[in-house]
């Protein structure tokens, strides 16, 4: 039975990243740009406005679209003395429900994910490694620095800007950036090893 699963996971695992891949690197530029427009407009509102007053515009501007049409079509059916019926029978005649299946898959791909990060906060925090919690330590103390520049949303304005941005920017560049992250890479394992040789006990143990 778990044989079965674990390919299951993998496989919406898969589909998922492929999604989003093509989305990141703007296969479809115009699928992109919609998604990439109505994120930002969302927390661009969002540092304007509060979580709820944005949530009621939102549903206010989709319900006075739908009423409008509706009203639109009745009028227009009225005149025309015509009987199309429901301008969004097709939609409501939609099955969206999630089924038992989905949403087995969707709880075991979240309970997946849960447990490793626990496992690894916990491995982090109970100094499993002295070398992996000393670089989380440093990662936390540059983060308050970060904190005190930017709020949450201004920060995660940013990463979603870099995450539709940087791909792009990669997959031109990829030779030069590849250079320039193996020279910073290399410098890092240098401080690295002095550290280790400086500290009782950051050495790791060879395998």
């Given at each position: 039975m778990q044989a079965s699963a674990e390919p299951t996971k993998e496989c919406l695992w898969s589909g998922w990243k492929c999604q989003a891949m093509d989305l990141l690197y703007w296969r479809d530029v115009k699928q992109t740009a919609v998604l990439f427009a109505s994120v930002l407009l969302l927390l661009f509102s969002l540092t304007q406005f509060s979580v709820v007053s944005v949530m009621a515009y939102m549903a206010l501007a989709a319900l006075s679209a739908t009423i409008s049409f509706r009203v639109y079509k009745c009028v227009l059916q009225a005149v025309q003395k015509t009987d199309e019926g429901h301008p969004f029978k097709s939609y409501l005649e939609t099955e969206i429900a999630l089924s038992q299946d989905q949403i087995q898959k969707y709880t075991d791909c979240t309970q997946l994910y849960m447990n490793s990060a626990m496992k690894e906060l916990r491995r982090l925090f109970l100094v499993q490694d002295l070398?992996?919690?000393?670089?989380?330590?440093?990662?936390?103390?540059?983060?308050?620095?970060?904190?005190?520049?930017?709020?949450?949303?201004?920060?995660?304005?940013?990463?979603?800007?870099?995450?539709?941005?940087?791909?792009?920017?990669?997959?031109?560049?990829?030779?030069?950036?590849?250079?320039?992250?193996?020279?910073?890479?290399?410098?890092?394992?240098?401080?690295?090893?002095k550290i280790q040789e400086k500290i009782p006990g950051t050495k790791r143990k060879t395998e």
């Open positions: 070398v992996d919690s000393l670089k989380f330590a440093v990662l936390m103390w540059l983060l308050t620095y970060v904190g005190a520049l930017f709020n949450g949303l201004t920060l995660l304005i940013l990463v979603v800007i870099s995450m539709f941005t940087m791909p792009v920017v990669y997959e031109k560049y990829q030779a030069q950036i590849d250079q320039y992250l193996g020279l910073i890479r290399t410098h890092v394992n240098s401080v690295v090893g």
